[in-house]
């Protein structure tokens, strides 16, 4: 409908020269006189009812092309996976062997984690000598993130109680109705404390229905640990690197889970990265568009121009004979 704006000029050139070829009604012999006579405010308003009319039509053809706003909404529905991230913060998490410590890097990956898993419901457990819910299962991403980038080590009593941190983490997908319950219990170390041995945490787990996936975090051999010194002063020292691979193992093949090793940075974002494929949610997301007309404000405008040209032409324009 828009090619239709092309007939504007050409009426425009049509009344230019429809005016150009009018005679005159009154043959004078020299009309220097004439010119010396000042206009009227009618004769400087003789062209407006054509103007108007001109936006008038432009007006209308827009209003045919069928002007529209586009509101585009998505929903998503399905089902999540409810999750538990159990995060060793025992004192040789400061371990030196990951870029700049085994704590700091489990807390990038894991937050990089949390933003993969846009539907899922997820919380935060963590666990030296004793364990503590840091975050409730959420959908809130933000608050869910904050509370990852704020763990730091020493806020428990020390030790690696890993049994205490599975079984936290089962009591938190106890009452969770999802089709899909799984655990991420990360640790570097053998189980030496906490009330609830490792043995029974996974039978819990395993009646709860939860998937436990576990890592090992840690390089081979020794690796440099920052402790305190008798005199206040922090200086390095070399530890041998101990995980209970069997035990990890061993939970997780008992609640259909799986274990990995992380050695280095790029190998933990490598495991992350395989659990989140490994579960993967079950949702649908359904585009909703609507248009809404526009063309009302613009068949409007027209009649009011349209309205505005007919009262000049009669009466301040108005012809007498």
Same mark, same amino acid.
């Given at each position: 409908?828009?090619?239709f704006?092309v007939?504007?000029p050409?009426?425009?050139?049509?009344y230019?020269?429809?005016?150009q070829g009018r %005679?005159?009604?009154?043959?004078v012999?020299?009309?220097?006189?004439?010119r010396q006579v000042?206009?009227?405010w009618?004769s400087?308003?003789?062209?407006?009812?054509?103007?108007?009319?001109?936006?008038a039509l432009t007006l209308?053809?827009m209003?045919l092309?069928?002007?529209?706003t586009?509101f585009?909404?998505?929903?998503v529905?399905?089902?999540?996976?409810d999750?538990? +991230?159990?995060i060793?913060v025992?004192?040789?998490?400061?371990?030196?062997?990951f870029?700049?410590n085994?704590?700091?890097?489990?807390?990038?990956?894991? *937050?990089n984690?949390v933003d993969?898993? %846009?539907? !899922?419901?997820?919380g935060v457990?963590? $666990?030296?000598?004793?364990s503590?819910?840091?975050?409730? #299962?959420? =959908? !809130?991403?933000? @608050?869910?993130?904050?509370?990852?980038?704020?763990?730091?080590?020493?806020? +428990?009593? !020390?030790?690696?109680? #890993?049994?205490?941190?599975l079984?936290?983490?089962?009591d938190?997908?106890?009452?969770?109705?999802? *089709?899909?319950?799984?655990v991420?219990?990360?640790?570097d170390?053998?189980n030496? /404390?906490?009330q609830i041995?490792?043995? =029974?945490? %996974?039978? #819990?787990?395993? &009646?709860?229905?939860?998937?436990?996936?576990t890592?090992g975090?840690?390089?081979e051999g020794?690796?440099?640990?920052? @402790?305190?010194s008798?005199?206040?002063?922090?200086?390095m020292q070399?530890?041998?690197?101990?995980i209970?691979?069997?035990?990890l193992?061993?939970? *997780?093949?008992?609640?259909? /889970? &799986?274990? $990995?090793?992380?050695? !280095?940075?790029?190998?933990?974002?490598?495991?992350? =990265?395989?659990?989140?494929q490994l579960?993967?949610?079950? $949702?649908?997301?359904?585009?909703l568009?609507?248009?809404?007309?526009?063309? +009302?404000p613009?068949?409007?405008?027209? #009649?009011?121009?349209?309205?505005i040209?007919?009262?000049?032409?009669? =009466?301040i324009?108005?012809?007498?004979?």
């Amino acid at each position: 409908m828009l090619w239709f704006l092309v007939l504007i000029p050409v009426l425009a050139y049509w009344y230019w020269k429809k005016r150009q070829g009018r %005679k005159a009604a009154l043959l004078v012999s020299d009309t220097a006189l004439y010119r010396q006579v000042p206009r009227t405010w009618k004769s400087r308003l003789v062209h407006v009812p054509f103007i108007l009319r001109l936006f008038a039509l432009t007006l209308l053809i827009m209003a045919l092309a069928r002007p529209q706003t586009r509101f585009d909404e998505e929903q998503v529905s399905g089902e999540g996976v409810d999750i538990v +991230l159990c995060i060793d913060v025992s004192g040789s998490m400061l371990a030196q062997d990951f870029t700049p410590n085994r704590l700091e890097a489990a807390k990038e990956v894991a *937050a990089n984690f949390v933003d993969t898993r %846009k539907t !899922d419901r997820i919380g935060v457990v963590i $666990f030296s000598g004793e364990s503590f819910t840091l975050c409730p #299962i959420t =959908t !809130d991403k933000a @608050v869910l993130k904050s509370q990852i980038f704020n763990i730091q080590s020493g806020l +428990l009593e !020390d030790g690696t109680a #890993i049994g205490s941190g599975l079984a936290t983490s089962a009591d938190r997908l106890r009452t969770s109705k999802a *089709a899909s319950k799984v655990v991420i219990l990360l640790t570097d170390g053998e189980n030496n /404390g906490g009330q609830i041995p490792p043995v =029974t945490a %996974k039978e #819990i787990a395993k &009646k709860l229905g939860i998937r436990v996936y576990t890592i090992g975090v840690g390089s081979e051999g020794y690796a440099p640990i920052p @402790v305190q010194s008798e005199s206040g002063a922090v200086i390095m020292q070399r530890e041998k690197v101990n995980i209970d691979e069997k035990l990890l193992t061993e939970i *997780a093949r008992e609640t259909g /889970g &799986k274990y $990995f090793r992380a050695k !280095d940075n790029e190998g933990l974002e490598r495991i992350y =990265t395989e659990i989140d494929q490994l579960e993967k949610s079950r $949702f649908e997301v359904s585009a909703l568009r609507r248009y809404t007309e526009r063309y +009302l404000p613009l068949v409007l405008m027209a #009649i009011a121009l349209l309205a505005i040209e007919w009262l000049m032409r009669f =009466t301040i324009l108005k012809k007498f004979p």
